[in-house]
């Protein structure tokens, strides 16, 4: 920690010093433990924060830190942190250690436009940068040597607002620097580090600040500072810039810049993973410096490739950046020199085979870039692989198109503490523990141990503590700012924690279908309405600020939630983030999911959902072509149909569940008032989930995939593949093979 933010935090005890360190590392936020440290010194202090503990130990009275500075118990509850702390930030036995000690050092970079970390770092939009942020996580749990790169927003954090007519206001709201978990990088004399993005004119300076992510380091840049011109320190000021221009300075600085601060920070690597084609031109500026360093650039690009991993999301042309190639030539005339090559060269690199005028196209670059691509599911691979199947047309077909490594999520963090301390009693006795080897499917067998009882009245605190929360949220929204329902009956106030609760809650794309359940309003009113099996929904979910088309959706979602034939049984909770989506994917009772196939690349909230319990009725997209097995939840949307007749039939689809299933499944309670059937449903659904879409499967399969092939060509010597010597791996593909199902995890 630097003496400049230590000064800052002079009044915390000596004795409980070393709360400011574990405020400024996000191993706090997945270790509940920790969580309860901060939570401990005052509970009010804690909630007024929103659970940030950099902003709590700022504002709090220096009474409450002296108290416990003072409390013996909590000094010993605090040294056992603090040990516990120490020790996974200092030890050199991990996963990665033990099945990868023998081989030459070779870091991986991570390139991102957005993490979802923490909600006091909000320098994400959705699904993709939560899969970024949860990939930090695992990387620092295994012991992977990655260090990651992205964009500090500064206008980041956009906050929604429903008027009275349904249409969603963004109110942005300005980073706090003060509160959010990051420091700045210094250079060598202790001034603010300043680097500059090569090649580009009229020049572009980034400024550097660190989050340190248990382990994992993420370098974060600022463009704005004082040396910029007013137009360049609006680079790093908002997610996704809209304007095309702006997007490309903005990816510009992300590739090329975010390349140049690594070499500056003299962090070496000799391997790439862009998580989406936002960061691409990384893969320039590597090629440059090899060029720079006397290779030819043929030599240059086919290093390069060889050490990259490509990670697209996107299953339709008009989701991918494509440049206009005035604008790329404005930006890189000086830059094809410097790569040794001409102008077509360079555009050819961009260059969408079947369609070559278009542009220059960030996945196009990003594929011929790279030897290693993948999707993020099984569907989406090979959605890609048809997508950008002439990009191989003719090169000897023995280059696959894209791979895929299905998505994971971060068990720590989504899974609840209580449900985590359930899973401790009942499925923890083997060693050496469950929490060690969650990716382990044998693990989870044990879930029958649970009694059904427990299970059950765990899920019923958990959706009443959801429920509270709502309720909560919306009184302060009243209290303090005067807004939310006036209306009664439309609120959360109404909601009823007996009831069977349906969560939808998701960015607001057109795609994801947020209107879908309301086209038969008669029959889902008969639904929510029916008096002996009442059903309730809470929708939410923000529309990105200049996709008129989602505000759109949302206005006519928002509309009927005003509908009198809803009231108390439909709501829409406002300004949804990880916040609130944590109490979501924790306690609904059933996770809805009804995106336009096969536009769903993954999904992960339902992943969140089924670790908990919650169970999934979802379209078979995405993941849930690969996660439903016919007893762990519900699936529809088989039969493709035209994009016309799509939507009655999947919604007819929804209610034929919820009337013939769902419903009657939920109801049927016997004599102990526990709907057995559900209960074993939840208990299949986290059985066969929880360990295949965590993310430790998911980077134990990219790393144990690439990093052996990275190794190689980094080496430049031959080697040998199956480097794998993890008993567990062997367990798992006998496994996977023997049920038949995707995941093989190291075995191709
Ligand atoms: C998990 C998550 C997402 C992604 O959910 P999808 O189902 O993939 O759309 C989006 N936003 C938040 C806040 C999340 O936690």
Redesign the pocket.
Known sequence: MEDSIRDQFDHVPERISGLVDLAYNLWWSWNQEARVLFKQLNHQAWRRSAHNPIRMLREIPVEFLNQAANNPAYCRRYDIIMHRFRNYMNTTGTWFSENYANHPPLTLAYFSAEY?LHHSLPIYA??LG?LAGDHLKEASDLGIPLVAVGFLYSQGYVCQQIDPDGWQEDITQPLDHDAAPITRVLDAEGNDLIVRVPNIDPPIYVAVWKVQVGRTPLYLLDTDIPCNNPENRGISARLYAVGLEQRLRQEIVLGIGGRRVLHTLGIEYSAVHLNEGHPAFALLERIRERVEGGMTFEEALEEVRATTIFTTHTPVPAGHDVFPLDLIERYFSSYYTALGIDRTRFLHLGANPEQPEAGFNMTALALRLSAHHNGVSRANGAVASDMWRSLWHGSGGDEAPADYVTNGVHLTTWLNTRMQALYNRYIGPTAPGWLAEHDNPLVWELIDEIPDAELWNLHLWLKAKLINRLRERERLRWTMQRVGSVEPGIGSAFLDPSVLTIGFA??FSTY?RAYLIFEDPDRLKRIVNNPWRPVQIIFAGKAHPADREGKRMLQRIYQHTQDPGFWGRVVFIED???HV?RYMVQGADVWL?NPLPPMEA?????M?AALNGVLNLSILDGWWLEGYNGRNGWAFGEGAADRDSRDSIDAAAIYDLLEREVVPLYYDRSIDDIPHGWVRMMKESIRSNAPRFSSRRMVKEYVGRYYPLLLKAAAGTPYAVSLIKDSQAQAWRGLAEGAGVNGHPFSR
């Open positions: 979802g959705g699904g939560f998701r960015r994801k949804y983030n990880n989506a999911n993954s999904g992960t909230s339902g969140k």
